[in-house]
């Protein structure tokens, strides 16, 4: 035995809920300072969260199938992970940035992205699939594959939004923040720690959201970390949460005021959501070789959709409202669907077209080698 | 007239960034230890003091964090200048230069460009110690989407630091160390070339020495000893090793009929070895002897006693012409 051993973590801070797994209301007392941001949501958002999460869970199936059917290269489920999802996208205005990972189907499409562009990045047409410049896409930045390496892209966009005096006015209509996604696996990369050191040292508006979603592939958490990941914000010298990540009410509330008070140049926090994900972890993933069927039974019986129909039934919620939602997700899986299976692969040369934005002498000899010999295959078959 | 003034190599790259910093108010420089310290070869000497600490910032130490903040503030338009302190402390940050920076631009299909330049002392002759005396710059040319270049003057330092920080492109903008204490002229009005020329230093007849950073004094000083021997040789600079401007360099393998190429870096795989291919690719029926490469070794950069043996020096060099001659 080392002397390390007989060191033990201290205690996991309390999961922050409102709503628990069965749909009752049944705030934790950590959720205290938090309810006057769930009490002030409208019968109206309470129906836009539930709706968020049907039609988000409808595209994600759909998905899955086209990459089965041969659509898709690959497919990141976000299944299971809608409430985190939801609730944090939902808890941000208009005019600030979102910095994604690549599970984060629902928070692009929130924003404003056609689902199409995800697909398009999915069915091997674009490294990108949508135009973050485009104001229609909200603020939303491409997908980012390499585990955690958003988050210093995140940080440095922060320190310009402090840099040019675009947050921490005090007008929170105005003042910009930024949210970053990114993982259980991705938080024990080095760039995650160097986005909390850069975001300490220089205050950036931003919100670190964490969704630990218990598997890094096969890795469980346990293996990333000791100790709540939540906690690893306090060593940087920010606020920090753990919430239930499958209650859309806590996700939405814990983050909007930890995006206010960032806006309000109070700096960054971190936020651990806690929540499962149901599905693979790609296409290409095999969950029976690495985790039990009970744990995943068990982790159904706290499926953010259901208890937040249930919640909703309690309030009144009618059985026509549930039903609109299933047939207008069904219809929206459709669409995507149709245009998604008519993406064609881009012209070759486009190839060359954006690898720089400065003119490149070897860019344009090697797109006229291509033009000149892809001509003289044509003439070989004439 | 024009105006120039005699500054040394250091002291060029300072006044260049002093007027990327004063014409542009996006430009930023980030690093460690480039605030009231200068850097470590005060090359920022007087610039926080001079533009602000929101200008001219001191980071953490962490060259992951440099370049991966870089790009978001490039996202949020600004102009980062990131210094990277040693050469064989680059490689923390690969991932964000390789596959996030390298990339940005293409992944985006052009609607965002990424105007960054990583300035990176490199190469030895100062007797440091381990880590302090590399030549990273294939990893860079190898990589599409990044733009790699080396001064070897000071009149090129001055001026080219400015280009890298215009272009649109992320450059990697390698200092040759051991350059940084040698006095030039700057002419301080006009550039000579543009950022991605190469060029003829040395007029001859013989053999065409080609080379960049600090081997282009090195080949300069062969060319001097193999002049005394009744050998004229022809120096070309290169300064930009990606992409390359072949003009000059076929041009004068053209009129000589050989060539050696001399770097500090390994040899295998490396930007010699593309230039000699593609020398020999473009101007075959012109050479009278294969292209012959001076290189480091193919071994990790020795310890500094030994940097002497491993280094490409006038002797290396004329072994080389020796044997091209001998064709």
Known sequence: MTPLDDVAPPADPEIISVLAADGSYAPTPSAEPFLPLVEALTETDLETFYRDMVTSRAFDRQATNLQRQGQLALWPPSFGQEAAQVGSIRAARPQDHIFPSYREHIVATIRGVDPVGIIRLMRGVSHGGWNPLDPANGNTRLYTLVLGSQTLHATGYGMGLVFDGRTGTGDPERDEAVIVYYGDGASSQGDVHEAMVFAASYRTPQVFFLQNNQWAISVPVAVQSRTALSRRGYGYGMPSHRIDGNDVLISYAVTRHALEAARAGEGPSAIEAVTYRRGAHTTSDDPTKYRTGSEEEGWALRDPIARLRTYLEGRGASAAFFDEVDEGAAAHADDVRTRAVTLTAPEAPSMFAHVYTDDHPLMAEQARWLADYEASLDGGDA | ?327
């Open chain 2, 1 to 327: 007239m024009s105006d120039t003034t005699t500054l040394p190599f250091g002291k060029a790259l300072n006044a260049g960034l002093r007027k990327a910093l004063a014409d542009d108010p996006r430009v930023l420089l980030m690093g460690e230890d480039i605030g009231p310290l200068g850097g470590v070869f005060r090359v920022t000497e007087g610039l926080q003091a001079e533009f602000g600490d929101r200008r001219v910032i001191d980071t953490p130490l962490a060259e992951s964090g440099i370049l991966g903040t870089a790009i978001g503030l490039a996202m949020a338009g600004f102009r980062p200048v990131c210094e990277i302190q040693f050469d064989g402390f680059v490689f923390p940050a690969f991932d964000q230069i390789t596959s996030q920076l390298a990339k940005m631009t293409n992944r985006h299909e052009g609607v965002l460009s990424m105007p960054i330049v990583i300035r990176i002392p490199y190469g030895g002759h100062i007797g440091a110690v381990e880590h302090h005396q590399e030549s990273p710059e294939t990893y860079f040319t190898h990589t599409p989407g990044l733009r790699v270049v080396s001064p070897s003057t000071a009149n090129d330092a001055y001026w080219m630091i400015q280009e890298a920080i215009a272009s649109n492109d992320p450059v990697v903008f390698l200092e040759p160390k051991s350059r940084y204490w040698h006095k030039g002229e700057v002419d301080l009005e006009a550039s000579a070339l543009p950022l991605h020329a190469s060029r003829i230093v040395r007029r001859g007849t013989d053999v065409t020495l080609v080379g960049h950073g600090a081997m282009v004094s090195v080949l300069l000083q062969a060319a001097a000893l193999a002049e005394s021997e009744g050998t004229s040789c022809e120096v070309v600079d290169v300064r930009s090793l990606s992409p390359i401007d072949y003009g000059p360099v076929l041009e004068s393998v053209r009129r000589t009929g050989r060539m050696v190429y001399a770097q500090e870096a390994p040899g295998f795989v490396s930007v010699g070895s593309e230039v000699a291919a593609t020398v020999a690719e473009k101007a075959f029926y012109a050479l009278e002897a294969p292209v012959i490469r001076v290189s480091g070794f193919d071994t990790p950069f020795p310890p500094a006693k030994l940097e002497g043996v491993y280094l490409p020096d006038p002797d290396r060099i004329l072994e080389a012409v020796d044997r091209s001659l001998a064709y």
